[in-house]
Structure formats: structure tokens, C-alpha cells
């Protein structure tokens, strides 16, 4: 272990006790999770980052079984914003102020253009792609959608 290693875990550990941070385990991931707390909540609220979200509560016999798609969803936002596309709505604010049908994992805003992005952790059937891809047609809404979906590598890549 690295002394960069301790730092953080060091780091993290007050940030648990002092409530900013919850540790969760995770069965699915077999590793422990950081969710937030009520302290890391009040200080976002504070500043007016919560977007009038309430603090999620991580439960996991609901939500640990979506913990891979959330990492996902995550990694997607992080390489969106390395090539310099900050303005991103998750779907849970686009699920609280729009409460449409469907609902994309995250909106990027390009200089007032929006670009919906979907993620698919698997093949949908050809109806509920024909559906969706009515919905942002007749939604009018977006100037791009973008669908992603990670493949798993082919034996032997």
C-alpha cells in the first residue's frame, strides 16, 4: 500500500465519521461503496448544488444490483467531461423535474443545444427502440441522442 493509498483511505474514513460520506458494502461488487451523508447533503444544500433532490438513501436489496450500471453511467459522465462537456443533468434530477416516459441516463448541454445520452446494459427489443427513438423524434427536444452500450470483448481480445 502506498502512502498516497493511506492518505485517501485516511481521508475517507473521517469523512465517514464525521458524516459527509456512508460506507456501504456491496454484494454485487464485493467492495465497499461511498454514498453521502446527512453532513456531505446539508453542505450541498447550503450551496444550492442539490438541485431540490432529497438525500438518496442507498438500499441494498433495491439498489445494489444497479451498482455496475451506476459505475457505467459514471465512467460515461467522466469521459464527457475529459473532452470538455461539463453541463450534465442525471437522470435522477430528469426524472424529478420532467417525469416523462423516458428518461435518458444523462442530458449534456453544448452552448444551449442538448444531447441526450442513453446507456444500454444490453440488447432491448427492436419495439422498445422503435418506441424511444419515436419519443426523441417527436419530443423535438435534443439536437443528437447518443446510445451506448458496453460489449463485452470477444474471447481471446
Partial sequence: STKEGNTAHRRLRRLVREGYLKKEWSRYISE???????????LLKERNLH????????RPDRDDKYVDHHIKVTNIRLLFR??????????????????SEFVPVGVLDLRGDKIAIEYENGLKSRER???RFKFYADAN??????FVQFMKSPPGM
Fill in 129 to 131: 427502440y422503435i418506441r
Fill in 141 to 146: 427536444v435534443f439536437i443528437l441522442v447518443i
Fill in 51 to 58: 438541485h431540490g433532490l432529497e438525500l438518496y438513501q442507498f
Fill in 32 to 42: 465497499n461503496l461511498y454514498t453521502l451523508g446527512k453532513q456531505g447533503y446539508q
Fill in 82 to 99: 475529459a473532452l470538455g462537456l461539463e453541463k450534465w443533468t442525471s437522470e435522477r434530477i430528469l426524472r424529478e423535474r420532467d417525469r
